[in-house]
């Protein structure tokens, strides 16, 4: 990989750049977002979802994984599955779909009358081939201290009861929430300009559990700039891709606080 590509924010459309600018095999880890459906109209851009679906595929290092946050839209009681038909076409085209984790919203404003409130979003974590880097985030346990726990067999055929300690904590589930909103999703509040900017804790944990310091980080939709902020203050490189000017332009901003590069692509 050229280092001049490695920690910047480009304005083009992912597709052109990926085919004209990163080679094979060459990324350790994707963190992103698609538009999905018409919910928002991100300035009106095309996205041609199976043709960046097949450069992510191309770019990504051997054992590299993607993580694709998506939701459905629901329309007239309907759901879009929308999220479903990107995963089975992602397994179509060759990844290994290592796992389907679900993002909680903490909070959420969009309730139906008429079924329960949708708080979550669907992160498929896409492999290609077994997964080079898993380094598991963990949780406290519900309870710690010493208990009487059920040891092995004895030859009699009794389990004996032994004083032990409860481990003080575990991998954490593949369900995670997070509360969304200023000083949930972000506090940097030109963030909020974008219409659809997930967590930083998210970005930050997948970050952590799918990629090692010094690694490149993929962002092909960065909308405003989440993945690239959290991939830097984490000691990892970056590139982030956004179609849109504007977006890109509210990428730099917030990375402008702790980085002074930015970079144009003409399409
Ligand atoms: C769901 S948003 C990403 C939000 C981002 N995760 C964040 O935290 O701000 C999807 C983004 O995809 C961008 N996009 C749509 N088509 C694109 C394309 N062909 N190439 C690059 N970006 C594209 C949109 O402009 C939008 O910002």
Redesign the pocket.
Do not use: K
């Given at each position: 990989m050229n280092s001049d590509f490695l920690n910047r924010l480009y304005a083009?459309?992912?597709?052109n750049?990926l085919k004209g600018y990163i080679q094979d095999d060459s990324i350790d880890m994707v963190l992103?977002?698609?538009?999905?459906d018409d919910l928002?109209n991100?300035?009106g851009?095309?996205?041609?979802f199976e043709k960046?679906a097949h450069e992510i595929f191309r770019v990504l290092k051997k054992g590299g994984v993607a993580v694709w946050?998506v939701g459905d839209k629901i329309r007239n009681g309907n759901r879009s599955l929308t999220s479903f038909k990107h995963a089975l076409y992602f397994q179509e085209i060759g990844f290994n779909v290592h796992d389907v984790m679900i993002y909680a919203k903490k909070n959420t404003p969009f309730m139906r009358s008429n079924a329960y409130t949708n708080s979550y979003e669907y992160m498929f974590i896409f492999s290609k081939g077994k997964p080079k880097t898993f380094n598991p985030l963990k949780e406290a346990t519900a309870r710690h201290g010493a208990e009487m726990l059920v040891a092995n067999k004895k030859a009699d055929g009794k389990n004996y009861k032994v004083l032990r300690e409860l481990k003080k904590e575990k991998t954490r589930t593949n369900i995670w929430f997070y509360a969304v909103g200023l000083g949930g999703t972000t506090n940097d509040k030109e963030?909020f300009k974008?219409?659809?900017?997930?967590p930083e804790q998210l970005?930050q944990d997948h970050i952590l559990s799918w990629s090692n310091e010094g690694d490149i980080v993929l962002?092909?939709?960065?909308?405003?700039?989440?993945?690239c902020k959290m991939a830097f203050l984490n000691k990892r490189n970056f590139i982030g891709?956004?179609?849109?000017q504007e977006?890109i332009d509210i990428?730099q901003k917030r990375l402008d606080k702790y980085m002074g590069i930015f970079s144009e692509y003409s399409k």
């Open positions: 083009g459309d992912s597709v750049f992103t977002s698609p538009p999905y928002r991100y300035n851009y095309s996205f041609e960046i946050v963030a974008h219409p659809a900017t997930y970005a962002d092909p939709m960065c909308g405003s700039g989440t993945t891709i956004d179609i849109s977006y990428a």
